[in-house]
């Protein structure tokens, strides 16, 4: 396992995406963040910028926009995957649509060296290698030391370059300890 992997004793680093596209998006995203930082077993570690992106699979809906965060937990794999779809019907997720309109979507993408399949979570999300909203925000924080998941992401964004629209919204104004975004205060 790398550095990356494991901090101390029983914590893991995992990768989140976070989307919206109905209501005030960006402060949807930053209540999302607030709400996994809140959690007693979720440290938020850093976040990517805000990137607008046109819909996937169902179009005829407003943009998105799309970041990642990078996140310390104790938690396993399943147990993060239920505090994230606790934070999305709190915050007033409604799924009617598949890949319809929502004002807030969190997924888990990657978790250390973990497998997973269940009939509730797959690891590493099998759609993230396909899909430019998630690959050019996880570019922004996946350091090298996390060798698989940067290989990965580098790799996969060299397929898939102009099929999506994507472009930059905001710096992320997320506190980060590794001084990947900006502070609140900026």
Not at 42 to 50: N, Q, T
Not at 81 to 100: C, F, N, P, T, Y
Not at 118 to 125: I, K, N, V, W
């Amino acid at each position: 396992m790398d550095s990356e992997t494991v901090t101390h004793t029983g914590e893991q680093t995992a990768y989140i995406a976070l989307g919206s596209n109905i209501g005030v998006r960006e402060r949807a995203l930053y209540d999302a963040l607030s709400f996994l930082h809140g959690h007693g077993q979720i440290h938020v570690a850093s976040c990517s910028a805000i990137y607008e992106t046109d819909p996937v699979g169902y179009e005829d809906q407003p943009a998105f926009l799309n970041m990642t965060a990078c996140v310390r937990t104790t938690l396993q794999p399943d147990e993060l995957l239920k505090a994230m779809l606790a934070i999305e019907k709190q915050m007033g997720r409604v799924r009617d649509v598949r890949w319809g309109p929502r004002i807030i979507d969190l997924d888990l993408l990657w978790m250390g060296e973990t497998s997973w399949n269940t009939d509730l979570l797959t690891l590493p999300h099998p759609r993230m290698g396909e899909r430019l909203f998630v690959l050019v925000p996880l570019a922004d924080i996946v350091p090298e030391s996390a060798v698989e998941l940067h290989a990965f992401v580098h790799h996969a964004l060299g397929t898939l370059d102009g099929k999506e629209g994507i472009r930059k919204w905001s710096p992320c104004k997320w506190p980060s300890e590794s001084g990947l975004s900006a502070s609140l205060g900026d």
